[in-house]
Structures are given as structure tokens and as C-alpha cells.
């Protein structure tokens, strides 16, 4: 009797079945997911097992992650473009800063947002004076995005204009200029700011401005102060709302009163990127 009922009861096991987990899910429900993930988050998780590596590498998920005219980007910058490359290859090689414009300017993809940055260089402005040694000089720097700025001695007339012509993606975006009051230094290995040749700028404030090919302009007026630390001043916004075609955009900054002289300046670069940007020395 107690055999048989003893039959009629399964045997305990040991080691109770796993539950599935997370790393169990089929690739296809893992491509859902990560479509939902910026960039980052997406390489993290591909880094969990194979179902997830492969599904990182979904050209669904990328090309989601790119800008919409990513395409008209890769004629922009390159002659020669490997077209079996796959979207998480293409995205990958935006984010890296490429150089555009004989060196002068640097484009890129924002790698958490996918959202292009464009920088251009002292050396892609047009500055009045820059060639005469008595007001300029070429400083180099490892401050710099492009490793040297424009160092201003003294002058009268102060202008710097600059242009740029890219096929910017639909969206908003903000234009500033990256300077510095004072030139910087390391002495015993302490970065230290010589304000020598620092004059003229609480005299009167610099007029910034912008326009674009598409009639949107904006001005703005400042003083320059706090030797020592490198600044982005604000120029402007301005919204593409065709990412077809390329737009002009066209900026400057000035202080051109000849009653008075101004210097001990460093003119680094003009960064144009999006408008939701706005702690810039968090993000560049």
C-alpha cells in the first residue's frame, strides 16, 4: 500500500528549472527594445550575449538613430564612401569629428543623440588684421578643438566674420563663438592666464550676428570679461526646416570703435550645434 501511493507523488528535483531572464529574449523582441535606447545604452546591452550583440547590430535600429539626410551628410564629406558598410558602422564613423574644408572645419554626430555639430576654426575666419604680426599671432594650444587659436595683441578695428554652407538637419540650432580674455599657460605645470595685453573691452560691448540664406537673422551685444576662462558666446539660433538643401550661415562679431584700442584676445572657433545644447562645457 505505502508503495503504490508512493508512486502517485513526482520526485522533488533538486535544482528547480531556471526562469527566463532578460538574456533569453528572442533577437527580434531585443530590436524592439533597443530602437527605444540612445546609442550608448544600445552598445552596453550588445555586450550582454549573442542574441543581444546581434541585435545591436540591426540596421533598423541605426538608421533610426542617424539624422534623416544622413545620406546627403556622406556626399557632403566624403569623395569616396564604402557603401557596404552597415548603419551601426556609419553612425560610428559620424561621431568621429571629420575635417571639412581643407582642416578648417570639423563636422560630427552627437553620439547620445545623433544630432550634427559643426565647428569651425580660427584659421576658417576671416579676421581683420590676422596676417599682420604687430596685431595677431598663431598661438598653439592643446585648448583648442584645432589645437591653435588667433591671439589678438591690440587694434583698432576688431571684426571677425565666418560662413559656413551644410545641409544642417531639420531642427533648431545655436551659433557660438569660443573665447578667451587673456592667454593662457601652464608654468610648473599650473595652467595660469597673462592678462598683459588685456584692454579696451569694458569700454564698449561686442556686436554678435547672424543671418542665413533663408532671410532668419539675429544680433546680440556683450562685454567680454572673465580673464582666464574660455567662453562660448552666444550669437544666435536658427531653424533648418528642409534638410534637402544646404543652408548659408553667415556670422560674425565686432567692436569697431576707433576710439580706443582693444586686445589680449584669443579667438578659438564658432560652434554651431543644437539648440537643447545650452551647457556647453558639459557637452564639448
Same mark, same amino acid.
Not at 527594445?33 to 541605426?62: H, Q
Not at 564612401?81 to 563636422?107: Q, T, Y
Not at 578643438?145 to 591671439?151: C, M
Not at 545655436?174 to 593662457?184: H, K, P, Y
Given at each position: ?5 508512493? /508512486?502517485?507523488? *513526482?520526485? $522533488?528535483?533538486? =535544482?528547480?528549472? #531556471?526562469?527566463?531572464?532578460?538574456? %533569453? ?7 524592439? &527594445?533597443?530602437?527605444?535606447?540612445? *546609442? #550608448? ?25 542617424? #539624422?534623416?539626410?544622413?545620406? /546627403?551628410? $556622406?556626399?557632403?564629406? +566624403? ?5 557596404? @558598410? ?13 575635417? /571639412? ?7 560630427? @554626430? ?35 578643438? +584645432?589645437?591653435?587659436?588667433?591671439? /589678438? ?15 544642417? *538637419? ?22 595660469? !592666464?597673462? !592678462?598683459?595685453? &588685456? ?10 550676428? @547672424? ?25 544666435? %539660433? +536658427? ?16 567692436? $569697431?570703435?576707433? =576710439?580706443? =584700442?582693444?586686445?589680449?584676445? !584669443?579667438?578659438?572657433? &564658432? @560652434? ?11 557637452? +564639448?
Amino acid at each position: 500500500m505505502g508503495v503504490s501511493f508512493s /508512486l502517485l507523488i *513526482p520526485p $522533488i528535483s533538486a =535544482t528547480p528549472p #531556471p526562469c527566463p531572464g532578460i538574456v %533569453d529574449l528572442p533577437e527580434n523582441c531585443v530590436a524592439s &527594445v533597443m530602437t527605444y535606447l540612445d *546609442p #550608448p545604452e544600445i552598445c552596453k546591452l550588445s555586450m550582454l550575449n549573442r542574441n543581444f550583440r546581434i541585435a545591436g547590430y540591426a540596421d533598423c535600429i541605426w538608421e533610426s538613430k542617424l #539624422p534623416t539626410n544622413y545620406e /546627403l551628410i $556622406i556626399e557632403r564629406l +566624403f569623395e569616396n564612401f564604402d557603401e557596404n @558598410l552597415c548603419k551601426r558602422d556609419v553612425f560610428a564613423l559620424l561621431c568621429r569629428p571629420i575635417l /571639412l574644408d581643407d582642416g578648417s572645419k570639423k563636422v560630427w @554626430l552627437d553620439k547620445r543623440t545623433g544630432r550634427v555639430c559643426l565647428s569651425i576654426s580660427s584659421k576658417g575666419l576671416a579676421i581683420t588684421g590676422v596676417d599682420d604680426r604687430r596685431y595677431w599671432s598663431r598661438i598653439e594650444t592643446a585648448e583648442s578643438r +584645432f589645437k591653435s587659436v588667433a591671439y /589678438l595683441q591690440q587694434i583698432w578695428w576688431f571684426e571677425v566674420d565666418g560662413e559656413v554652407d551644410f545641409p544642417f *538637419p531639420v531642427g533648431s540650432y545655436s551659433v557660438f563663438f569660443r573665447l578667451q580674455v587673456g592667454r593662457s599657460s601652464k608654468r610648473f605645470g599650473r595652467r595660469i !592666464c597673462n !592678462c598683459e595685453h &588685456v584692454h579696451g573691452w569694458d569700454k564698449n560691448p561686442v556686436r554678435f550676428q @547672424l543671418s542665413t540664406s533663408d532671410g532668419q537673422q539675429a544680433t546680440k551685444q556683450c562685454y567680454l570679461k572673465e580673464p582666464g576662462k574660455w567662453m562660448y558666446h552666444h550669437v544666435g %539660433d +536658427f531653424v533648418s526646416s528642409g534638410s534637402e538643401v544646404s543652408m548659408k550661415v553667415i556670422f560674425s562679431m565686432a567692436q $569697431i570703435d576707433c =576710439t580706443h =584700442t582693444k586686445g589680449g584676445l !584669443c579667438v578659438d572657433s &564658432v @560652434l554651431i550645434c543644437p539648440r537643447e545644447f545650452m551647457q556647453m562645457s558639459k557637452r +564639448f
